[in-house]
């Protein structure tokens, strides 16, 4: 039985395969070289940003760079005007703990004039492809025709990690409004489980983070302090290179007495009305750099 024939593979430095073509005049087989096929062009290529921590003071993506894949998540914002009560307060928090975590950074969006704005989030950062950011628009749109206005307020501070144990948060929780935020977020679920991704987490501590710091790398036989997750919205990226850490200061944990004492100091300003409370008339959704707002009814 006559054996299969198979092209065989050509040796590194081989000459290049050539095929037999027929001269019109004469009938001869000619052999002439395939040639190779010209370079794909740059233009062609797509490029992945690169994943640089020092572009943003050592932290470092949840997630690789996907081409097509949208980062996204869901919150409710907190606007502060430069001297209201929350905000003020907030600032003598971060004074007070950054004297004792010098590594720590303040976390808030800038708006302009004079205000800044706090996030508290409804979900866990979701990875969309780009025919699936309008579907998770459209529900989140329902979720808040279907819900009212509400006042929340802060009750303690707290520390928090997040998922990967990368970076640890000082935050603020919510006190009254829990069930409220918990609502808008179980109304999410059917969707995010639409799309394939994680729900929130089953015992929500719903949050403002107001500053973060990079914790040690975990390694083997080392144990972090346990605390509860903090929703990391801030950078998806990949791992850092190996320098990072002696270029950005990094800690285990915050000192263990640390948010016992600012619970203490400012505690009593934090849980009062004139200071603490606010109003969630609104749910946002942040799907790359863009910001989509639906009011509450």
């Keep these: 039985m006559p054996r299969p024939l198979y092209p065989r593979p050509r040796r590194r ?16 087989r000619i052999r002439t070289k395939i040639r190779k096929l010209p370079a794909l062009s740059a233009s062609l290529t797509p490029v992945r940003p690169p994943d640089d921590p020092a572009r943003h003071q050592g932290r470092v993506r949840t997630a690789p760079h996907v081409e097509g894949q949208f980062a996204a998540y869901v919150y409710v914002p907190l606007r502060l005007e430069k001297g209201a009560p929350l905000a003020r307060l907030l600032r003598d928090v971060l004074e007070s703990a950054k004297a004792r975590v010098p590594s720590l950074h303040p976390i808030s969006i800038q708006l302009p004039p004079g205000e800044s704005e706090l996030h508290i989030s409804l979900t866990r950062p979701v990875y969309l492809r780009a025919h699936q950011r ?8 329902a979720i ?12 303690a501070f707290a520390e928090l990690t997040n998922d990967e144990r990368t970076r640890t948060f000082l935050a603020v929780e919510a006190g009254a409004g829990h069930a409220e935020l918990k609502a808008l977020s179980d109304a999410l679920v059917p969707t995010l489980r639409l799309l394939r991704q994680k729900e929130f987490y089953s015992a929500p501590r719903f949050h403002a983070s107001i500053a973060w710091a990079l914790l040690d790398r975990a390694t ?41 004492d600012l619970n203490k100091q400012f505690g009593g300003r934090l849980v009062s009305r004139q ?23």
């Design 134 to 141: 309008d579907e998770l628009k459209t529900a989140v749109r």
């Design 220 to 260: 083997p036989g080392v144990d972090l302090p346990p605390s509860s997750s903090a929703t990391d919205t801030l950078v998806l990226n990949s791992p850092p290179p190996d320098d990072a850490t002696a270029r950005f200061p990094t800690i285990p944990h915050f000192p263990e007495t640390l948010v016992q």
């Design 275 to 297: 200071t603490g409370a606010f109003q969630i008339d609104e749910v946002c959704v942040r799907i790359g750099k863009e910001v989509t707002a639906f009011k509450l009814r």
């Design 144 to 155: 808040a025709r279907a819900h009212s206005a509400f006042t929340a307020s802060f009750a």
């Design 13 to 28: 430095g081989a000459p290049l395969p050539s095929r037999a073509v027929l001269e019109p005049d004469t009938g001869h």
